[in-house]
């Protein structure tokens, strides 16, 4: 009798470590943010499904005037054999100085014309998009411009080859903004993104998408400084809980995946192994050394 109570005991105790067990995953494990909470960046608009870039050149045209070459300048009115309407001044039967171009979509292109093409300063009207105004080169936008859309989104920045590339702030209607690198019409390279609501992203960017090293921030305190791939936190990253509650460790497809370490808010560890956001194993071993080295030397913790 006395050596099954003994017996009774032992599981018991086994029972109460289990349940101690589950508690402690239980406890350490929940990241407290929901996934929807990191709200994903606006995509720019852009002109790229227009075919925009061919309109600021204008070689075969007719001149509804005079046959003869014209070696002044004058003003004079130049007929495209795509419907666009040139006016403004001619030189040598061509395009030459100050000038307006109105085609038959009804986009305008108003600046200085050498040779038929966009060059140096100018403007451009997009009956179905933006109003650009800046610099152009060999017919297309290149340099300084500003970009305004229908919607009320300003870019301003630089371009090259008729798209944003290089610098430049976009900031939407809605009161998002981005400064930062662009590639042809793309956010991309290293930026800042900021909500209206307060968050804010800056990090590395691919084709509009988080993608890279970058520091999260929400408007509660916490923040994640890590990897990101396609928008979602992937690799390794660092996630703080405005408590003081940290997870250092391992990412996949936004949630918490592979080796890790929680410390809660009095700087107790715990160790363990998570799969898709759940702690599946841990331990409570010290030693574990799990942040890369050069981690904090490459942080946009600014």
Same mark, same amino acid.
């Given at each position: 009798?006395?050596?099954?109570?003994?017996?009774?005991?032992?599981?018991?105790?086994?029972?109460?470590?289990?349940?101690?067990?589950?508690?402690?995953?239980?406890?350490?494990?929940?990241?407290?943010?929901?996934?929807?909470?990191?709200?994903?960046?606006?995509?720019?608009?852009?002109?790229?499904?227009?075919?925009?870039?061919?309109?600021?050149?204008?070689?075969?045209?007719?001149?509804?005037?005079?046959?003869?070459?014209?070696?002044?300048?004058?003003?004079?009115?130049?007929?495209?054999?795509?419907?666009?309407?040139?006016?403004?001044?001619?030189?040598?039967?061509?395009? &030459?100085?100050?000038?307006?171009?109105?085609?038959?979509?009804?986009?305008?292109?108003?600046?200085?014309?050498?040779?038929?093409?966009?060059?140096?300063?100018?403007?451009?009207?997009?009956?179905?998009?933006?109003?650009?105004?800046?610099?152009?080169?060999?017919?297309?936008?290149?340099?300084?411009?500003?970009?305004?859309?229908?919607?009320?989104?300003?870019?301003?920045?630089?371009?090259? &080859?008729?798209?944003?590339?290089?610098?430049?702030?976009?900031?939407?209607?809605?009161?998002?903004?981005?400064?930062?690198?662009?590639?042809?019409?793309?956010?991309?390279?290293?930026?800042?993104?900021?909500?209206?609501?307060?968050?804010?992203?800056?990090?590395?960017?691919?084709? &509009?998408?988080?993608?890279?090293?970058?520091?999260?921030?929400?408007?509660?305190?916490?923040?994640?400084?890590?990897?990101?791939?396609?928008?979602?936190?992937?690799?390794?990253?660092?996630?703080?809980?405005?408590?003081?509650?940290?997870?250092?460790?391992?990412?996949?497809?936004?949630?918490?995946?592979?080796?890790?370490?929680?410390? &809660?808010?009095?700087?107790?560890?715990?160790?363990?192994?998570?799969?898709?956001?759940?702690?599946?194993?841990?331990?409570?071993?010290?030693?574990?050394?799990?942040?890369?080295?050069?981690?904090?030397?490459?942080?946009?913790?600014?």
């Amino acid at each position: 009798m006395g050596q099954e109570c003994q017996k009774c005991q032992k599981r018991q105790e086994v029972h109460s470590n289990e349940i101690n067990k589950q508690e402690v995953i239980s406890s350490d494990s929940d990241p407290e943010y929901e996934e929807d909470d990191e709200k994903q960046p606006q995509k720019p608009p852009s002109m790229d499904s227009k075919s925009n870039s061919s309109t600021f050149i204008k070689e075969q045209y007719l001149s509804s005037d005079s046959k003869q070459e014209q070696i002044e300048s004058s003003q004079n009115q130049l007929n495209f054999q795509d419907g666009g309407i040139y006016t403004g001044i001619v030189i040598n039967n061509m395009a &030459n100085g100050l000038g307006r171009l109105v085609m038959p979509n009804g986009d305008i292109y108003e600046g200085s014309f050498i040779n038929n093409k966009l060059e140096g300063d100018g403007k451009c009207i997009y009956a179905r998009g933006p109003i650009y105004t800046g610099q152009f080169k060999q017919g297309k936008s290149n340099g300084f411009g500003k970009e305004v859309w229908p919607d009320g989104s300003v870019y301003e920045g630089e371009f090259r &080859n008729g798209k944003k590339n290089g610098k430049g702030i976009y900031k939407w209607s809605q009161q998002s903004t981005y400064n930062g690198e662009w590639v042809d019409n793309m956010i991309n390279g290293v930026g800042k993104y900021e909500w209206p609501d307060g968050r804010s992203y800056y990090g590395q960017w691919a084709r &509009n998408q988080m993608h890279g090293r970058g520091y999260y921030r929400w408007i509660d305190g916490k923040y994640y400084d890590g990897e990101y791939e396609n928008d979602k936190k992937s690799g390794f990253g660092i996630f703080n809980w405005p408590d003081g509650k940290q997870y250092q460790g391992y990412w996949f497809d936004g949630k918490q995946h592979g080796k890790g370490l929680m410390i &809660n808010k009095e700087g107790k560890k715990k160790f363990g192994e998570w799969q898709n956001g759940k702690l599946i194993s841990c331990s409570d071993e010290s030693n574990l050394q799990l942040i890369p080295d050069g981690w904090f030397l490459n942080t946009f913790n600014q």
